[in-house]
């Protein structure tokens, strides 16, 4: 039978991409991998990352974090945050695992998405077992500061990681850049730049030249360094929903909804209106029934809330972990 498991896109089963990034590792000069990003936006894209990139990331990774550790992979091993799990330990020379309890290392770590985080401490694992680890590192999407607080009550040991494919995965902790990697603020727009970067989207030169100039890549994502500079990413050029003429920060609004004690789980998405041009719609996971009305009354300035309410059991997600905002519109 023809092997399926590959680099080139990764593919195949958490052992097979173990056992491939390690011959990778140890090659003289391998070709890079490619990562298929999951097209949480409707764009599926191929990105090139080169064995350099990959580990400058591992290793930077592992001296912030205070040095190599055994991981736990509890994401998809073949999108860039599992790859990473899987990479980081072939270059600590440790032995991954996929359960808590075959943890044997005296340093652990594992990386979760903020959905998995919040879940763990609305009840679906005792939090004490993530208060275990040297750190649990927390990426693919804004991480809101009241669950932040919440899980380091707990004695959970933080690390918000903020990156993307294109880079590695994480490459700025808890606001501060990695080693070698630079960030800086353009017109609102972070761009990065540094020995983590991709090489280009495969087969796609245009498509790579449109985000990169002068070695810095251009994220489309809004935000600001403070007085310490740390980076604050406040959202994504493509989250300010236009409605009626009035520009809508999706994610500034879910936080606001995210305040209500009754709502489990929020994302709000601009889906096409005749009359509004962007239709801004809540969809809410609930404690208990919520009605639009009580919603929009979470919400100020009053023009930035919701037109409507859509009530499910679990925002949907991607393998990856991060909301499906396709398929949200597609129920809006």
């Given at each position: 039978m023809a092997r399926v498991s590959s680099l080139r896109p990764v593919s195949g089963t958490a052992e097979e991409i173990l056992d491939l990034l390690r011959e990778w590792d140890a090659a003289a000069d391998?070709?890079?991998?490619?990562?298929?990003?999951?097209?949480?936006?409707?764009?599926?894209?191929?990105?090139?990352?080169?064995?350099?990139?990959?580990?400058?990331?591992?290793?930077?990774?592992?001296?912030?974090?205070?040095?190599?550790?055994?991981w736990v992979l509890n994401l998809p091993p073949t999108y860039v945050a599992g790859v990473q799990v899987l990479y980081r330990s072939v270059v600590a020379g440790t032995e991954p695992v996929t359960e808590i309890e075959q943890l044997t290392g005296e340093r652990t770590y594992i990386s979760l998405v903020p959905t998995q985080l919040m879940r763990v401490l609305r009840g679906s694992m005792p939090s004490e077992r993530l208060a275990r680890f040297d750190?649990?590192?927390v990426g693919g999407g804004p991480l809101a500061s009241e669950v932040r607080s919440e899980a380091e009550a707990r004695g959970i040991r933080i690390v918000q990681t903020y990156g993307m494919s294109e880079t590695c995965g994480g490459c700025v902790y808890d606001g501060y850049p990695l080693d070698g990697v630079e960030v800086r603020i353009d017109d609102d727009e972070v761009q990065l730049r540094g020995p983590v970067l991709f090489e280009g989207y495969e087969g796609e030169p245009a498509r790579t030249a449109a985000v990169t100039k002068d070695g810095w890549f251009r994220t489309d994502d809004v935000g600001h360094l403070d007085d310490q500079g740390r980076l604050w990413v406040t959202g994504r050029a493509d989250d300010v929903i236009i409605s009626g003429g009035v520009k809508v920060?999706?994610?500034?609004?879910?936080?606001?909804?995210?305040?209500?004690?009754?709502?489990?789980e929020v994302e709000v998405v601009g889906v096409p209106d005749p009359e509004w041009g962007e239709r801004v719609v809540a969809f809410v996971a609930p404690h208990q029934a919520l009605v639009l009305e009580s919603v929009r009354n979470?919400?100020?300035?009053?023009?930035?809330?919701?037109?409507?309410?859509?009530?499910?059991?679990?925002?949907?997600?991607?393998?990856?972990?991060?909301?499906?905002?396709?398929?949200l519109k597609a129920l809006a």
């Open positions: 391998p070709e890079p991998l490619v990562i298929a990003t999951s097209g949480s936006t409707g764009e599926p894209k191929r990105v090139v990352l080169s064995r350099d990139a990959m580990r400058a990331s591992a290793l930077a990774t592992q001296e912030r974090l205070g040095g190599p550790g055994q750190a649990v590192l920060p999706a994610r500034a609004v879910a936080r606001m909804i995210a305040e209500e004690p009754d709502v489990r979470l919400v100020q300035p009053r023009e930035w809330a919701p037109r409507q309410l859509v009530t499910v059991d679990e925002i949907p997600l991607l393998a990856n972990g991060k909301p499906d905002r396709v398929k």
